[in-house]
């Protein structure tokens, strides 16, 4: 066995990233709070009046002072914030405890249902939201529960659905957090008048028998229990078991919580039980983010009260001041309840009252400008006032097309980022994608046709294939030869196609490397399927994932995970993508994993289905690669509890941010929230009161966003005719700034990129100036940059400035020269037209093409199945359709339609006969060397005439462009003539007399062809014809001529005599 490479051994040390102890000097009303021995206190304050820092210190000073840690619990709303809080309190009090510190409350129960009276009790395994949507879609799925559910008929439409599904499960969750049982559900139905609920209880009690039943005969199997019903099951077991809830109150003298407006009723039920000596709870109303999952910030105070907490604020801001801080205030004005904090924070103690907060609102022209003008604002930061990448982000409502234009807005600037996974699906990554394609074609699920190309060609551009738009088109002309030079007339696509299905290639795989890279990719996935079928097991997702990820290749043979490795290393923007898509893998490997031994009875496509149908990334515990300097892109909910020196708000776009769209709308989720809180019974207050709510959750989300700044804000939003407008959260924001509002604002106009590139373009416009001093100032600067190797200011590397590489003839003087009489033809017409296009200036196969191809192979049949009827040749179009159109519907429809018309004036055009010709031959190759010609092609139809001479049909499926006049001089007719009078056609000769030809035109308007006769040539005229136009195709120029094809040609792009195609130089 080969030894491993250098490369493959390199030995990297992991450090983990230190974290360094703040320097706390707390506030007056800070110090009462940490001073405090109030039994039960609850301390409100808004953002950045140092909430967090408090809580810390709280902890830290009860540490210091001889409390037992392992008696402290702090409890938080995710497991990043746990983390963050529990290695400062950690590295703070210098001790550690036999239990983490800090825990979600999920977290908390998990381990309280966990602890067994029985040891024989089988444990609790947690399924994540994403596998509790797959399990009730389902179960929604599966005829066997329709009748004991009974849906109603009016619902039956949706049951298939991914959004009924979603649904379905957030009511359960909403009634799970309010321990509503199956039957209570159903009477809150009644009595609310929601026809939906008693089905849906119905659904919910056989969803959990049914989970209990499926792992319960799985010897040794843990029991199954989703997020919605862990609280519960935990308040269950501690009002049960008093033994398991005195020895949680025993071991927890002191309990805090952190962001306590994220809880939910059952989390505040489970507190209730578990409290004991001392409980602090830490509030700030009108920043919650966890509506969605069930919080209930408007209960905090109700809370406190009916539990005789002691309530103290926090009123001094610390993160930040200036703008930003008046600009919170006046946000947090406008809730229905703002007294929950401060109306106006006041500015720190201990802040600097000459330090001055900034805010840049922005009104432009597109997402796209949005995001450029976000890059140009953070690349400025960058260099002019020092600011780390470190200490930026952008912040979104949620992912989508933003999250798309600021990583490519970022990429072009250079400006290395880090997008948060719930900012981006992991189904929806560019860099897992592939993967799950690849996949999907292993299991069968998409087929390699042409319907679905698209997927296709998304795999070919990954890095899985290496393909770009260049390469693919190359690939197509390399087996566009191999079509024209032999009997095969499939289409490239359908070619690739099959290449990637057999791992079959006409060509050298050199030449189409990127098709090898993933039909290898492709067969080893399919391996591993075939190798499960043949044990009669279902397939292991984890097995065929990493069947994938191992086979898949770089350009030079390494392996992909080699590749994106050495990138990650090296640093830099692309280092930075790299490190990314390596968490990304290493995040799918391990919700794969999760899924394999969670659900192992489950089909490996319902693992796809999950990841591809996920708007969010699903909470996978895997390792993630530190970051170093990059900017943060993440979602408002992800933001929380951070803080950055320059923060870009995007998106306040109408119906985007805010978001009024119910949630739940269809079985109402959000009603069943309201009733609860409210008390109401009327389903019209029910629905007021919801709307309500949601206008609150999203100013809330609003306030969370613009506090996280500490320095600066940037805030953009676009207006776009029929498209999209500021929201009037952007608006709001405009007029407290400018005093004005936006509605009549002009767009603002992009400033130049900060980047070498976008420098030297102005430097090099200011080259023209009339202005001597500013023509002067360009130059030397100019040549300073280009003197510290900035290539594109060197002048030898502009456009124009270099010299012809090369005046030799494209084909030597000695060498042969294929001369077809298209090729004549097109080169007689215009000579640059017909270089380019040789030199793959041409696009693949288009749909005419592809029908022109599929006409003639029809038309063919009819003189090898001369008793083909027009049925029988409409019969095998049709059966072949999808390889030439991939439209649907009625585009499709209609595509068809008229190609039937074509081939039926063909058809009929043949039937008559009106010439009395005999049909010889179809298409009739032939080949002769005529001076340094290599003279050759095919013949549609060679026919003879009643005096046995020979009349050429040239078929069109085009529309008649030609008078009389010019078919008569047409080249291509001519040089089938040519063919006949040197007796060039292969196999039996019908003779060198030559009768003429014509081009028969089946795209007329009429129910007939229309035929453009050509008379008899002169042989050595057509002769000499040839020869010339060999020496021309072959020269080292090539003339661009104006004719009647100019307005419909293909290359005009690249045709200096076009307005398209010419150069900046040439203005």
């Known amino acids: 066995m080969a030894g491993k490479s250098a490369k493959d051994s390199r030995r990297i040390e992991l450090i983990r990233p230190t974290v360094s102890p703040s320097d706390f000097l707390p506030t007056s009303e800070q110090k009462s709070v940490i001073d405090s021995t109030s039994p039960r206190l609850i301390v409100i304050g808004g953002p950045g009046t140092g909430k967090s820092a408090t809580l810390i210190e709280t902890v830290v000073s009860q540490i210091k002072s001889g409390f037992d840690p392992n008696s402290i619990l702090v409890l938080t709303y995710g497991r990043e914030r746990a983390s963050e809080l529990r290695d400062q309190i950690v590295i703070q009090s210098e001790t550690s405890a036999f239990e983490p510190i800090v825990r979600t409350f999920h977290s908390l129960a998990f381990s309280i249902i966990n602890t067994q009276v029985n040891p024989d009790d089988p444990k609790y395994v947690l399924i994540s939201g994403a596998e509790q949507d797959s399990f009730i879609r389902e179960l929604l799925a599966n005829p066997q529960y329709s009748p004991q559910v009974n849906w109603p008929k009016a619902l039956e439409p949706a049951l298939s659905t991914k959004g009924f599904a979603r649904e379905l499960r957030d009511l359960i969750l909403r009634a799970s957090e309010r321990n509503f049982t199956y039957k209570k559900l159903a009477e809150k139905g009644k009595l609310l008048g929601e026809p939906w609920w008693e089905p849906a209880a119905k659904f919910w009690k056989i969803y959990d028998e049914v989970l209990a039943i499926r792992y319960g005969f799985i010897s040794g199997a843990a029991k199954r229990i989703d997020s919605s019903s862990i609280i519960s099951q935990a308040i269950s077991d501690l009002n049960t078991h008093a033994e398991i809830r005195k020895s949680f109150q025993n071991k927890f003298k002191l309990i805090v919580i952190d962001e306590f407006q994220e809880s939910d009723n059952s989390q505040r039920e489970l507190l209730k039980l578990l409290a004991s000596d001392r ?140 997008i948060s996974s719930d900012a981006m699906a992991l189904g929806e990554n560019p860099a897992i994608r592939p993967i799950l394609t690849i996949a999907q074609i292993a299991l069968g699920k998409i087929k390699l046709t042409s319907n679905n190309w698209d997927l296709v060609e998304e795999i070919l551009f990954s890095e899985f294939g290496g393909a770009d738009a260049l390469s693919l088109r190359q690939m197509r002309i390399d087996l566009g030869k191999l079509r024209e030079a032999g009997d095969d007339a499939k289409p490239s696509t359908q070619v690739i196609l099959e290449i990637l299905d057999n791992s079959d290639a006409p060509l050298p795989w050199e030449q189409i490397l990127s098709l090898k890279r993933v039909a290898d990719v492709i067969s080893e996935a399919r391996k591993v399927v075939r190798m499960s079928s043949a044990g009669g097991k279902k397939v292991d997702i984890a097995d065929l994932i990493w069947a994938i990820w191992s086979s898949a290749k770089s350009y030079d043979g390494d392996s992909l995970a080699n590749l994106w490795r050495d990138r990650a290393l090296k640093g830099g923007p692309r280092g930075a993508a790299a490190d990314r898509d390596l968490d990304a893998v290493i995040t799918l490997f391990e919700s ?145 700034v400018n005093g004005v509002s936006s509605i009549d604002a002009e767009s603002v106009d992009l400033p130049r990129a900060l980047t070498p590139q976008a420098l030297v373009s102005t430097l090099r416009r200011d080259l023209d100036s009339p202005d001597k001093n500013e023509k002067e100032f360009a130059a030397k600067l100019l040549q300073t ?283």
């Open 279 to 418: 409980v602090v709870l830490f509030a700030d109303p009108q920043s919650a983010i966890g509506q969605f999952r069930g919080a209930d910030p408007e209960g905090v105070r109700a809370f406190a009260s009916a539990n005789n907490y002691e309530e103290l604020f926090l009123s001094s801001v610390h993160r930040t001041s200036g703008e930003i801080v008046e600009l919170t205030s006046s946000i947090s004005s406008r809730f229905r309840n703002p007294i929950l904090a401060p109306a106006n924070p006041a500015l720190s103690e201990a802040s600097e009252v000459a330090k001055k907060s900034k805010i840049d609102v922005a009104k432009l022209a597109s997402q796209s400008d949005c995001a450029n003008y976000i890059a140009h604002a953070f690349r400025s930061a960058h260099l002019r006032d020092g600011i780390a990448w470190s200490e930026m982000a952008v912040i979104l409502r949620s992912p989508g097309a933003g999250v798309s234009a600021i990583t490519r807005a970022f990429a072009l600037n250079n400006i290395p980022i880090q």
């Open 592 to 736: 794969a994993r999760r899924f394999s031994e969670r659900m192992p009875e489950s089909d490996p496509e319902l693992f796809l289905d999950q990841l591809l149908s996920e708007s969010i990334q699903s909470d996978a515990i895997a390792a993630r690669g530190e970051r170093g300097e990059v900017v943060s892109v993440l979602t408002v909910h992800s933001a929380k509890g951070l803080e950055w020196d320059l923060v870009a708000i995007t998106g306040l776009q109408e119906g985007i941010w805010p978001n009024l769209r119910q949630r739940g709308s269809l079985l109402g989720s959000e009603r069943l929230v309201e009733s609860e809180r409210t008390q109401s019974t009327a389903r019209r207050e029910l629905e007021v009161s919801a709307a309500n709510a949601l206008v609150e959750d999203e100013r809330r989300l609003l306030n969370v966003a613009i506090s996280r700044a500490k320095k600066a804000l940037v805030v953009t939003a676009y207006s776009k005719e029929d498209d999209s407008e500021p929201s009037p959260y952007f608006e709001e924001i405009y007029e407290f």
């Open 785 to 1067: 940059l280009a003197t510290n190797e900035i290539q594109s200011a060197k002048s030898e590397n502009w456009l124009g400035a270099l010299k012809l590489s090369s005046t030799d003839p494209v084909i030597p003087i000695d060498t042969q020269v294929s001369v077809s009489p298209s090729n004549l033809q097109s080169f007689s017409e215009c000579g640059l037209k017909w270089f380019i296009e040789k030199s793959g200036g041409r696009d693949g196969d288009s749909t005419a093409q592809l029908l022109g191809i599929a006409i003639h192979s029809l038309a063919a049949m009819l003189k090898s199945e001369p008793g083909l009827t027009l049925d029988d040749l409409a019969t095998r179009l049709e059966s072949g359709w999808q390889l030439i159109d991939g439209n649907k519907g009625w585009v499709r429809d209609y595509k068809f339609k008229q190609a039937l018309e074509k081939l039926e004036k063909f058809y009929t055009w043949h039937a008559e006969n009106k010439s009395g010709r005999t049909l010889f031959a179809v298409e009739a190759e032939f080949s002769k060397v005529i001076g340094r010609a290599l003279f050759n092609g095919s013949v549609d139809r060679v026919e003879i005439d009643s005096q046995g001479r020979v009349f050429i049909v040239d078929i069109k499926t085009g529309a008649p462009d030609l008078s009389k006049k010019k078919s008569e001089e047409h080249k291509q007719l001519a040089g089938y003539q040519l063919a006949v009078y040197e007796e060039a056609l292969k196999g039996d000769s019908p003779g060198n007399q030559s009768a003429g030809a014509e081009l028969l035109f089946l795209g007329t308007d009429g129910k007939t062809a229309s035929e453009k006769p050509q008379g008899v040539k002169e042989h050595e005229v057509i002769k000499a014809e040839v020869i010339a136009a060999a020496d021309a195709m072959s020269a080292n120029e090539f003339i661009a001529t104006v004719n009647d094809r100019c307005r419909t040609c293909a290359v005009k792009g690249l045709c200096p005599i076009q307005p398209q195609g010419r150069t900046v130089i040439d203005q």
